[in-house]
Structure formats: C-alpha cells, structure tokens
C-alpha cells in the first residue's frame, strides 16, 4: 500500500501561480508519478506525469504554464502552476501508478486549486 499526501492548494488570483507538492509513503521502483485534475462537471483529467527517469508528459491544453518535477530520493513530486486562469479550478490529484501492475495504481486525496478571476 501506498499513501499520497499532496498539498499547496488554496485560492490565487488570475495570472498568479502555485505549487503544488505530492508525497509518496515510501519509493515504488519504476512508478510514474503524475498530477491529475478534476473540475465540477467534467471528468478527471491527466494534466503532468513524470517517469521515474523523469521523463515528462503534459496535457496540450496548458500552454506550458505549468512544470511538473520529480525527487525520488525523497519520494515527492512537485507542480509548478503559473499564469493560472479561471479554467485551471479543480481537484488536483496525485497518482502513483506502474505499467503492467494494475495492482499499483494509487491516488491521493486531492487538493482544491480555485483561481479567481
């Protein structure tokens, strides 16, 4: 079993930024890690994910806004939100999950990003 802890949420103004942190209760060998949204009404959606060589994979829809890192050592995955719009309201979730290993595919709790305009 693994836990996701994320964290850094709240409210920002339009054109702002936040940084959002996920922790993993302990290192899964060759996981991705990644950060998924979901606004109300609409389904969940992939927004970044980091392999465990760091190889990156963002939604197109973001403009390159946002950046998203990983430090195994420490089990963390981080999402730097810039620029951020009205349209980037929602749950952010962090997953953890392995190709090939249905079994190791968790989520966290989720942390409520709420852009004003």
């Known amino acids: 079993q693994v836990e996701l802890v994320e964290s850094g949420g709240g409210l920002v103004q339009a054109g702002g930024s936040v940084r959002l942190t996920c922790t993993a209760s302990?290192?899964?060998?060759?996981?991705?890690m990644g950060w998924y949204r979901q606004a109300p009404g609409l389904a969940r959606e992939m927004v970044a994910t980091?392999?465990?060589?760091?190889?990156?994979d963002y939604a197109d829809s973001l403009g390159g806004r946002f950046t998203a890192s990983r430090d195994n050592a420490k089990n963390t995955l981080i999402l730097q939100m810039n620029n951020l719009t009205p349209g980037d309201t929602a749950v952010y979730y962090c997953?953890?999950?392995?190709?090939?290993?249905?079994?190791?595919?968790?989520w966290g709790q989720g942390t409520q990003v709420t852009v004003s305009s």
């Open positions: 980091v392999t465990s060589g760091g190889i990156t």
């Open positions: 997953n953890l999950r392995r190709r090939h290993t249905p079994q190791l595919n968790y």
């Open positions: 302990r290192y899964i060998p060759a996981a991705t």
